[in-house]
């Protein structure tokens, strides 16, 4: 049975294609694309044969339509399950994870949870000829609500000058200069401290009782108040981040997954009228997330928290889109991440108590430390694989393209085409996770798949999770993000023993995913 180990492409392979192959209808002639697709043939060619999936089966027992509507868009793991109902019973490696809804009048829909064609595509994104832009037509949202000039929506050489303008100071060799890492993981350190010392007041209040909370609230307030005032420089009080901004944000993000899925279906949310249900409430958190805004822009003049870092003369309002998709994105990202690792190590006390015994004495998170701190790591890799923050990467060939893997293996896409790169169900498939693979059941919990392999926030050569993307479009604050998530786990870990009421959490998933419980624990003070 192949896996992920020797089907994974070790270099990106996507050409384009002189034309067709026979008997495929080239992507500008409508009309005899229009009669193929009535005719039930499949748009893809090449070694690789992905199966079809139905518009409508009625009398099967799979969970969703395959496609988003406003009664299911709520749920978009499970509309990615259905592209995957009954695949494991297919004998063909390529269609049981390769899977495609071709609807006539419409362009088709890939969906991959094979990790050759996902790696593939993700190294072959660009504008050129034979390669592959992110596709804007699931992020239609965030365009509308943080701005289309900025790293998350923006495509081909847009895309490429707001990498100039706003990555450098998120990037490795930036942040990890030691004048510079000492400087922020100090205050990063001091604000998780702060903040989770209040908890641990609550908790001895008890009287040795745990506590049960959800922690997701407190995450996130500490998430954005390490953004906002430690890595900008900023000074927003604790109270304001936790009682209007963080509540705010949330309504900020919620409205941007209805606005996806309402605005494909020709009612777009900008334009309702501000006296309709919620319009008031909506109006007022982009209010209070513009205000965040400035406050996190203002430091910029004075050269505080990290702005010096930003070597660009781009007027601030330049910026300002790229701010409210970090805003916005990076702390879903890393709430999400804190939040699914905290709450699988409160489910494997086993696992837990390892992770003490390696932070119960490290006082600071410099690069030397992270590095020596080895089954942290393999939590976090872990954290990523099984319950990916984003869950699929959109992308979308810019001309008929052939793509092939380095194992040979081929599929000709016509132009247009919307690819689904599903992470979610690729990290979880016993085909390239699962105990002949890796040694561990595929849909466990097992940072211990993990040890001895040299694994950095990307998984490893042969074991790669893309938590963070890969290629040219890779996340540019995962550095970051991985600093913020280790401290904050490692804080947790280290001053209280917890312990969750389930033995296992549902997903629910928006911008990114979150454990459906809010991170629901029994805390109790360590010694």
Not at 209 to 231: A, D, G, S, Y
Not at 267 to 292: D, I, N
Request: charged share 25%; hydrophobic share 40%.
């Amino acid at each position: 049975m192949p896996d992920a180990s020797n089907t994974a492409a070790t270099e990106a392979r996507a050409d384009t294609a002189a034309g067709p192959p026979a008997g495929t209808p080239a992507s500008g002639n409508r009309v005899a694309r229009l009669l193929h697709q009535l005719r039930r043939k499949s748009p893809f060619e090449g070694s690789i044969v992905p199966g079809r999936v139905p518009l409508l089966a009625p009398f099967s027992s799979r969970p969703s339509l395959p496609f988003p509507h406003p009664w299911n868009y709520r749920e978009p793991l499970i509309i990615l399950d259905t592209f995957f109902h009954g695949a494991d019973a297919e004998p063909d490696f390529g269609t049981r994870h390769n899977r495609y809804l071709d609807v006539p009048g419409f362009s088709p829909v890939l969906v991959t949870r094979d990790p050759a064609i996902i790696k593939t595509i993700s190294m072959a994104t660009g504008d050129k000829p034979g390669q592959f832009d992110r596709d804007t037509l699931p992020i239609g949202g965030i365009a509308r609500a943080t701005g289309k000039r900025t790293l998350i929506a923006s495509n081909g050489a847009d895309w490429r000058a707001q990498k100039q303008i706003a990555a450098p100071p998120f990037s490795k060799s930036t942040l990890f200069q030691p004048e510079v890492f000492d400087d922020f993981e100090a205050t990063f350190r001091r604000t998780a401290s702060e903040r989770l010392e209040l908890v641990r007041q609550r908790v001895k209040e008890q009287g040795g009782q745990p506590l049960r909370l959800q922690l997701e609230p407190e995450i996130k307030t500490v998430m954005l108040e390490m953004l906002v005032n430690n890595f900008f420089g900023g000074t927003v009080s604790t109270d304001d981040v936790r009682n209007r901004h963080v509540p705010a944000l949330d309504d900020f993000i919620d409205r941007i997954v209805r606005d996806t899925v309402v605005n494909m279906a020709g009612c777009p949310l900008h334009r309702l009228p501000r006296w309709m249900r919620g319009g008031a409430a909506a109006e007022q958190s982009a209010k209070t997330f513009e205000q965040l805004t400035d406050s996190t822009l203002e430091p910029r003049a004075r050269g505080a928290g990290l702005w010096r870092q930003f070597k660009s003369d781009a007027p601030d309002d330049a910026l300002r889109p790229n701010i409210r998709a970090f805003l916005a994105g990076a702390v879903e990202a890393s709430t999400s991440y804190a939040s699914w690792a905290l709450t699988h190590l409160a489910q494997h006390p086993e696992a837990q108590a390892r992770l003490y015994n390696e932070v119960r004495d490290v006082d600071d998170y410099t690069p030397d430390v992270l590095k020596r701190l080895e089954y942290l790591g393999c939590v976090l890799n872990e954290t990523m694989r099984l319950t990916p923050a984003l869950y699929f990467h959109p992308r979308r060939p810019t001309v008929d393209t052939l793509v092939r893997t380095d194992a040979g293996q081929t599929l000709w896409l016509p132009k247009g085409t919307h690819v689904l790169l599903d992470i979610w169900h690729a990290n979880r498939h016993e085909d390239h996770w699962g105990i002949g693979v890796t040694g561990f059941p595929a849909a466990s919990f097992a940072p211990e798949r993990w040890l001895g392999r040299g694994a950095t926030e990307q998984g490893t050569r042969d074991w790669m999770h893309f938590g963070f993307g890969h290629g040219p479009r890779f996340c540019p604050g995962k550095s970051l993000g991985q600093l913020e998530v280790a401290l904050v786990v490692g804080a947790v870990i280290k001053l209280f023993e917890l312990r969750s009421p389930h033995t296992a959490s549902t997903a629910r998933a928006g911008v990114s995913t979150k454990p459906t419980d809010g991170v629901l624990v029994d805390l109790k003070a360590r010694d």
